[in-house]
């Protein structure tokens, strides 16, 4: 066992893990937050999408280790200090970008991060930036819908779906 220490969500924490010990593991099982999901184990599916040091990141594919010291964001800090939904998160619920949430968490980390590097994506670009993160539920349009209104964009013309 070794100690591994880093801020997450703006707080530091430290625990014992193995060398092998994933970072989404050491999310969801050290510091039950278990927004972060794991659908796959090939690095495929995104839902462990996560910042490191302001970086979109697959938590899956990469061991705790390897993010001593860092920052690290989740889905559980992305609310505002109040509390009330953050824009993005807003935007998934007022388009019904999510139905079984379960690769929510990782497409909001995903749009953070895209909207941080490009802050009116085009349709095309949204759907380019999210390859990395997979839905089995809504076919994307209202994902993508999502994130450009939550970018300001008028989304009035996009036909629901
Ligand atoms: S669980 Fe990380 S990419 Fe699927
Ligand atoms: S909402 Fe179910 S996998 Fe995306």
């Known amino acids: 066992m070794t100690q591994v220490s880093m801020t997450v969500n703006g707080k530091s ?11 989404s593991s050491f999310l ?10 794991v659908g796959c184990d090939t690095a495929q599916c995104g839902a462990c999408v996560v ?23 989740t889905i559980e800090g992305q609310a505002n200090q109040d509390g009330s939904l953050n824009v993005i998160q807003q935007a998934f619920q007022d388009h019904h970008g999510l139905q079984c949430g379960f690769c929510t968490p990782g497409m909001v980390m995903s749009a953070a991060a895209l909207l941080k590097e490009n802050p009116r994506p085009t349709e095309s670009e949204i759907r380019k930036y999210l390859e990395g993160n997979l839905c089995r539920c809504t076919g ?14 008028d989304v009035g013309h996009i036909a629901a779906e």
């Open 13 to 23: 924490v430290s625990g014992d893990v193995e060398g092998r010990t994933l970072l």
């Open 28 to 37: 969801r099982d050290h510091l039950s937050l278990t927004g972060t999901h």
């Open 51 to 73: 910042h490191v040091n302001g970086e979109a990141v697959k938590s899956c594919n990469m061991l705790a280790l390897e993010a001593d010291g860092a920052d690290v964001g």
């Open 140 to 153: 994307y349009h209202n994902i993508v819908k999502a994130i450009m209104a939550a970018s300001g964009q």
